[in-house]
């Protein structure tokens, strides 16, 4: 199968590495497509970044629809532009706070979230929410550590991460931990190790679910609000954005 | 004040009969500017054509911090882009679902929401949640009427609305009508007096409460989640959207 | 406008305070008539002292309903007898507690409540959980402050106010402050300009909110519980509450 | 022990068939004194009602204080004043809508409230609510019929009852009937013979958990929100129940 | 009335100590049968021993049956088995933890648990949810006091308890205790003197409202999700636990 | 890796089908071994039998504990003994139920559960519940048909089961639907066919989550509540469950 990892923002380097961690969970049959869209920030900290990292990410959803993509995980901890992606896709897709948090439900009694700046832990706090996890959601805890600092040679990023790992396992009652950024999918492993307990990454976590997903041939279901969206004129700078009337499976037929 | 009221959707003679609205209930000082995005979608009735209308409505705000608007309502029942908004505006924002909400569970013990698509309601329900409404929402209810029909001239809309409110009343155990649409806000006192029942059109609505905001000078809080994106690279169609290191409110005093 | 501020306990020192406030902030053509109850406790520091305050605060409502009043604001934040005086006026009324509450939502991600005493933390939360703000509520606290304390020239009320507004900011992960007791009214821009976040009263809240429910003609649902309370026999000292057959509406037209 | 059944209301027919009820699931060493208030409405069918009733209720309680009262129910369906009574109360105070719903709670899989007037069922799912019995409850109906014609000789009104618990059993998917009203304690036999579930009736489920708290010398705890009221000057019609500095149990003694 | 008193775990003393609580409190015509199963673990600190502690409790529930008890007390914290033990008696059935919770909630504002094992505060919390008293619930805290050793002479668990319900009280803002273990019984009136707040224990609470469930004819309900098992062959080393065709009520009368 | 798929009945033509079903869509690389435990009921519809299939479920998990099996579905609807196996397993262990109502929530907005029999719709929606899945779950929908139904040769079970499933999309707003019992595992496909929306069953849906946590070394956390019981004496018919004081891990590698 072939599976698309959409990095929302668009710096390439964390493209690549979150590619190099899905590839290294996925089944020996998937195809694995790590990409940045060609429009967006370079990092996603607000609802700002977010709303404008969107229609870069629907565009690669758009074409994966052209280009055969079975399934899509949406590798950004925000989990933004989902519901628009799942309208748009096919198959299914999945974000990876999604993923991660259910994966962590299976495994423990509660997890705390350890991500990057302050100012994200809201969203965190509403995905939970909204994913029916906040019962299993002890708590949300920032490092303060900018997205980008993680992709820095020689920060200190590391050993931050690990000892906020380490206070919520002592101070939220917590047995698990999930990874709050798609940007610390190389670290799973060893915070893991370090602290005896299931340690989730986001990316591993979504590409698993969505392989489930494409080989159960669950897709995303067509009846109610996340049917195709209605084809309409769209004006402006984003003016490519508007459907065709006759969606791209049949054109791709032709 | 200057309040500026934004249709992110890009049909103007809805915009025009929601300016109207907004100015029927504004006060005398209050000068309403009443605008649709240069960008974005003819009508919004899926998460993608919120997704699309965001950008454009960002840009107006970004335009009215500028213009030296004090305060805005995002006119759309979606409420789309509200915390980004806020992230952006040093004034307060509010959404036209989200102040409808809130003034009808002031007037009764419940209120159902009478929209216009069935794709939408899940959005609604979502909405009501997150603005801790869902206890006072008895209900949500479809027409079936795309936004744009209710602009027609000859069109049957407002006969089934009626209609729909009416047996929202009867089956829903409800007291008060949320109109579901910027759309209906022309429709609004008709069917208050047809139907005997406090019925709030989220336009007049946002627009008075807005106006409650700016004159008791409580602006988004700037403290944490909700504080001016930080700036930083924003590549390909959306690269006007990275914001200036310095706000544009001091170049403003320059 | 006329609107009617009902501080219900009988303290009226208080009252002048609050009916200052809200002048403050009410629109050009809005008149204020702010009062005590001739009958109830001196102060509201517990449910038996609501209990107590209620009939007076109802025998206002009525009289307010025969001098032709549009709309009420019960000032004191545990909000007594809202109910009951929406079941028995025509026209809306708001609690400040509820009022502080909502328009604290639409500013910020979560709001504390500072209080006086300890014992009325409870019936805070209980008021957040019903108006739906429980979700917004990070805290509310308590400066065990008595409520005439802070009518006390020369009290050292105002410090320990403001210094547990900033130990919220710092502990409870809000954004934004609401002022738990009508008597803090006068200090609500103070609190704001020290520590540049909202602070919210519910005094000047409530009376914009009225201002905006009456301009737009939402009055009291009538449908269901907030109908008019059935006419019957009262006994004892409270037996000129028996409300009369014929409600004071069409007395008035004669 | 030394039981009070306080109804709330001034109809003296219905405070006998209460404290008939009461008496005859006492257990033997149990006095009931069964009253009503010398002041108050003759019905309590709305939150005016409630409000008037609740000082009568109040007098009842501390003239109990003097008594030696062991402990009081509240046998009105609304609970009302159930906090300011246990506030005033040295010993234990339960309301018939907790003490039904409670039991009801240990026996069934969920319960249907079957009330009076239908205006009353907002406060009905208020209660169960607030008692955290709302995953319980299936559902709130209403019979329309008012709380005195239970009391008229030759009323249809039990029939009346019996149909609509039946629907409830067969429309809400429960499993257990809760009475709503303190006047329906003399059906409640008859309804479970004829239905064949559990049917619970408030009075007699009030009796016998206040006999529990008691014996097992569970009172109100005074740590907190439910500490005995400051004393404090109350002006007015209701001047007699400001507080003596000292409570009754030391005056008492003397 | 005969009531049985079911310690799931096997060990006797605790067995004695729980029903000598029991008779301290029941009434004076009530016969308490305190017993352990034949079977099953020593102590239950896990679900892994609940598991295997509910069969031997069934059994006895199945014996008590063709006994003539009228209800059953199931005396262990974490109330296993307590949903399958109601579908097989006729009688009422309640757990202590269900029990301490529900009286808890009648006396205070919020309670703290008090338990033994951290590893069984989670179960604690489950049962606050599914009974609806989470929002009683101010806190669940471990002493790290094995079951067994509250059983040991010269053991301190005692002093340790005492000092955990201080601190309850003092950091959660609770005003009440619930103790967590039905080997606590003995330490309730204690405790209770020492700290000034009501203290509940379990055993008492549950023999009280069985005792009130069926001096009220209150049986759980056979309507639905807790009528009778359907009889099935059961097979290997549980085998004697299938069934019989005919409930044993009617075999009993022959 | 080794999967074990423990249907916890003891009909073994209804394993042999959820082993096919569980085969059919594993992995190439993994073993499924698929088993009936040797004690416990022929098939569980109520508490019950719950509670007497869990034994034998955990006699299960403690004999693939010593033959090296990575991880654990267990095929009943009801989840029985679900913590009990996480105490008792090093690796993963997964409910059916529960697998299902996840990967249902990634798919579709809600879903519809269609079961047996209408005595289990209770745990259903407990578990529901308890696993955060309340919110995507419109209805959970019996059939009435008995679990060995299912298995009947020539029985009408799946006419019933599609329409009821029909039904479910026309009535209750789901846009997905989750199969109820491990006796539906082969006809998943047929009724997604029929249907035109996800259907999920939970033995495949279970198959890939664990195969998805094993492959991701995500096992039970050890650290707190699901930690591996304390080894004590179990007396009686399930002496044989004492645990050992050395895990069988270690004993393994002797």
Redesign the interface.
Known sequence: MRIKIINPN?TWSMTEKIGACARS?A??GTEIVAVS???????I????????A???L?QEIAAGECDGIDGYVIACFGDP?L??A???ARG?V?GIA?AAM??A?????SFSVVTTL??????AW?LAE???????CANVRACEI?VLELEAPGSRARERIVDECRRA?DED?S??IVLGCAGMADLCEHI?QVL???V?DGV??GT??I???V?????????????R??P????????D???PAVPPALKRAA
């Not at 869209?37 to 990092?43: F, I, K, L, N, R």
């Not at 900290?45 to 404008?52: G, Q």
């Open positions: 668009t969970v089944r020996p869209p060609a429009m967006g920030p370079a990092s900290e607000s609802h700002y970044d977010e709303a404008l969107v229609p870069g629907l532009g519901k628009a799942r309208e748009l299914p999945v999604e259910h994966l439900s299976l495994v423990g009694s302050g100012r994200t832990m809201g969203q509403h909204v994913y029916g996890m906040k019962r299993f900018a396992l009652g047995d698990t893991g005896g307990v299931p989730v591993a976590a698993q679910l392989e489930s997903l080989s159960l041939r669950l897709a995303t279901s067509k009846r109610g609000e996340l049917a969206p209605l309409k004129p769209i004006s402006g700078l984003l003016g954005f508007a459907l």
